[in-house]
T-cell receptor
Framework: EAQVTQNPRYLITVTGKKLTVTCSQN?????MSWYRQDPGLGLRQIYY???????DKGDVPEGYKVSRKEKRNFPLILESPSPNQTSLYFC?????????????FGPGTRLLVL | KQEVTQIPAALSVPEGENLVLNCSFT??????LQWFRQDPGKGLTSLLL?????REQTSGRLNASLDKSSGRSTLYIAASQPGDSATYLC??????????FGKGTRLSVIA
């Protein structure tokens, strides 16, 4: 089944404790991205990647890192999480860095930083 | 900077009604517009993708229209059902940012 998977789905952590949220797609998509969703603010892009070893900042990259060493995986890294990073995170992918393509979303990761 | 607005923020209708959700965007130089559905606690599911050169797309009971020059799109849902209850998000692609989202319309269809 074609899908985007994220792990973990739920995470509670404390300020300053490094964490990684994994994202994997099995559709051989070139383009992947991370979004966060907050009440009243909607979905905002954090980082995106047009292909392996190519990443770029989205609208709200501060406090986050990403890497794209393989086509299928695009982990989101919070080196020193803070309470303002409490949010619902979504990973998405599409076939090409082509603006005509549909994006497929993962199920989301709900993060609480205490 | 592209901004996307969705009206209304919430809508409640009785089952069987036809309804229209609205989306507007500030920069008409878009590449495409997508409508997504989001169920509580779940990810986003793409419903319809309209290319910039198209005027509308249809899928089952859903019809999405696009008027690029006026910066507007509508999502028409025919014969609404309780299973249509969800948040509907509109997103546009323009410039170097692939998707800019509206804040969504939360739809409740009452049986």
């Amino acid at each position: 089944e074609a899908q985007v998977t994220q792990n973990p789905r739920y995470l509670i952590t404390v300020t300053g404790k490094k964490l990684t949220v994994t994202c994997s797609q099995n559709m051989n998509h070139e383009y992947m991205s991370w979004y966060r969703q907050d009440p009243g603010l909607g979905l905002r892009q954090i980082y995106y990647s047009m292909n392996v070893e190519v990443t770029d900042k989205g609208d709200v990259p501060e406090g986050y890192k990403v890497s794209r060493k393989e086509k299928r995986n695009f982990p989101l890294i919070l080196e020193s999480p803070s309470p303002n990073q409490t949010s619902l995170y979504f990973c998405a992918s599409s076939l090409l860095w082509d603006r005509q393509e549909t994006q497929y979303f993962g199920p989301g990761t709900r993060l609480l930083v205490l | 900077k592209q901004e996307v607005t969705q009206i209304p923020a919430a809508l409640s209708v009785p089952e069987g009604e036809n309804l229209v959700l609205n989306c507007s965007f500030t920069d008409s130089a878009i590449y495409n517009l997508q409508w997504f559905r989001q169920d509580p606690g779940k990810g986003l599911t793409s419903l319809l993708l309209i290319q910039s050169s198209q005027r509308e797309q249809t899928s089952g009971r859903l019809n999405a229209s696009l008027d690029k020059s006026s910066g507007r799109s509508t999502l028409y849902i025919a014969a609404s059902q309780p299973g249509d209850s969800a948040t509907y998000l509109c997103a546009v692609t323009s410039g170097n940012t692939p998707l800019v989202f509206g804040k969504g319309t939360r739809l409740s269809v009452i049986a």
